[in-house]
């Protein structure tokens, strides 16, 4: 859907992007597995960040990406390179035309069962290490002599495990398998990490107004002292205040996802965003879990499940304090228009 119509997809922006997740998130809630695969994910299937692969790359790989039979993941996080990217330490050295990688990767969402990776490495350490780029992104099949996933990371609320940590020896890639310019990754990372905050953010509005709404039904029917719970100020002003939030982060959605169609780069709009998102969705989630007493900590109301997901994304495609400290630089940049 949101795929450029170049690559062959729909050609809809980052506008419709952010409403569709929205709505599924809303109207699904956290159980309904099947709907994490109606729309394209930004690192999982086709997006935008494709459009910077070569024509030979995409020749290759856009078609099983776009008939949904090949998936794929992203390889920038490593054990020592989290929140701060220029701390990789995986190197791309020159190999005749190409180059030779090795290194590790973690925290890889799909890893486990992605077709393709796009893998972050150091082509030019002396301007990596003066933070002046340096770092070189490329797509490379996972069945490449020299990929191996390491291990599945059991994690938090991730039953199943889709984060792996992967081992690179001596991988050898082409120059047709670099995606954008040679020393430029770390532009193709933000772009990707940026759609990753638009995703994140529509789904910690849509499973807080999930939640909300799911609490709302549950105050009506749920009596104690002789009166439905909904009768109580207690139980209603907190489901109020998280529905004024919920409404703020959506409108934000909204907005930044036209400022991105616009072709506004948004990065203090979008982080204030994704930062105000996930810190609201998830406090709705817990005030939905209080609304149902005991019975919000079942398995079957599935408020656990969003509770967990969204406790994750307050790490996930840039930390809170991360995002807080891209704000806070753009607003002493001068950037202060709101
Ligand atoms: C579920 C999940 C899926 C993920 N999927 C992927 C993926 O597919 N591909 C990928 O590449 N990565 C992925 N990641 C990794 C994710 O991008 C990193 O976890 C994130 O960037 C933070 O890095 P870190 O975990 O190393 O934390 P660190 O960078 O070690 O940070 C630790 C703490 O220090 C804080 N901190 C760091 N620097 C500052 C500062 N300057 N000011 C204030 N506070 C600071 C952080 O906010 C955090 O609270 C995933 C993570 C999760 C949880």
């Avoid at 039953?159 to 398998?177: F, T």
Wanted: charged share 20%; proline share 3%; with cysteine.
């Amino acid at each position: 859907m949101c795929v450029p119509r170049e690559l062959g997809g729909a050609g809809l922006g980052q506008l419709a992007y952010y409403v569709a997740w929205e709505a599924l998130f809303r109207h699904c809630g956290p159980n309904n597995w099947l709907m994490l695969y109606a729309l394209a994910h930004w690192a999982f299937g086709p997006s935008r960040l494709l459009e910077q692969i070569t024509a030979e790359a995409r020749n290759r790989f856009m078609p099983g990406l776009m008939d949904d039979t090949r998936s794929m993941c992203f390889g920038l996080s490593e054990p020592n390179a989290g929140s701060d990217a220029s701390m990789l330490r995986t190197r791309a050295v020159r190999d005749g035309d190409g180059w030779r990688i090795s290194g590790r990767k973690i925290w890889t969402t799909n890893a486990p069962v992605a077709d393709y990776c796009i893998l972050f490495a150091i082509t030019d350490a002396g301007k990596a290490a003066a933070r002046q780029g340096g770092i070189s992104a490329f797509i490379v099949p996972t069945t490449s002599p020299g990929f191996r996933v390491q291990r599945i990371i059991r994690l938090f609320g991730h039953i199943g495990g889709d984060e792996a940590e992967i081992e690179i020896d001596n991988l050898h890639v082409e120059p047709w398998q670099l995606v954008g310019k040679e020393g430029e990754g770390f532009q193709a990372a933000l772009y990707g990490v940026s759609l990753g905050r638009v995703y994140n953010s529509a789904r910690a509005v849509g499973y807080g107004r999930w939640a909300i709404e799911l609490a709302l039904e549950y105050s009506k029917v749920r009596e104690a002292f002789g009166h439905a719970i909904a009768e109580y100020q207690g139980v209603t002003f907190p489901l109020a205040q998280a529905a004024t939030e919920l409404h703020a982060a959506h409108l934000m959605g909204l907005n930044a996802s036209m400022l991105l169609d616009q072709g506004k780069p948004a990065i203090k709009e979008l982080s204030m965003t994704k930062r105000y998102s996930v810190e609201v969705g998830y406090r709705a989630v817990d005030r939905a879990m209080q609304t149902h007493g005991a019975m919000g900590f079942t398995n079957e109301v599935g408020l656990t499940a969003a509770w967990h997901a969204l406790r994750v994304v307050n790490v996930a495609d840039g930390t809170n304090e991360i995002l807080d400290r891209t704000v806070s630089q753009r607003l002493l940049k001068g950037d202060i228009d709101l």
